[in-house]
Nanobody, 126 residues
Framework: QVQLVESGGGLVQAGDSLRLSCAASGRTLSNYGVGWFRQAPGNEREFVAAISWRNGRTSYADSVKGRFTLSRDNALNTVNLQMNSLKPEDTAVYYC???????????????????WGRGTQVTVSS
């Protein structure tokens, strides 16, 4: 079983940057795909970005492409989400999740992910 803990959220102004981290324990992430999702009040959980651990393949939602960048740290068993040029519409709770069958391809569908963190709040003021 994998335990995931997100960190790095906060309150920033439009145009600022934040770096979210997802730290895993219990299992190495080398056999998983890791996704980031977000949920704003009244909205469904939506895909942000994902990385498959074995080949480092990344994918991004169109709304964040060119602004957000995923990276992984094998030694720390961590996935980081660098968020630049933040917009008020990026405001949401951000969750990381692990897919036990996603080591080669991490899909953008939240329903396939097995393990979830509790989330970290990101608020972007205009």
């Amino acid at each position: 079983q994998v335990q995931l803990v997100e960190s790095g959220g906060g309150l920033v102004q439009a145009g600022d940057s934040l770096r979210l981290s997802c730290a895993a324990s219990g299992r190495t992430l080398s056999n998983y795909g890791v996704g980031w999702f977000r949920q704003a009040p009244g909205n469904e959980r939506e895909f942000v970005a994902a990385i498959s651990w074995r080949n480092g393949r990344t994918s991004y939602a169109d709304s964040v492409k060119g602004r957000f960048t995923l990276s992984r740290d094998n030694a720390l068993n961590t996935v980081n989400l660098q968020m630049n040029s933040l917009k008020p519409e990026d405001t949401a709770v951000y969750y990381c999740a692990a897919d036990s069958e996603g080591s080669w391809y991490a899909p953008p569908r939240p329903e396939v992910y097995d393990y979830w963190g509790r989330g970290t709040q990101v608020t972007v003021s205009s």
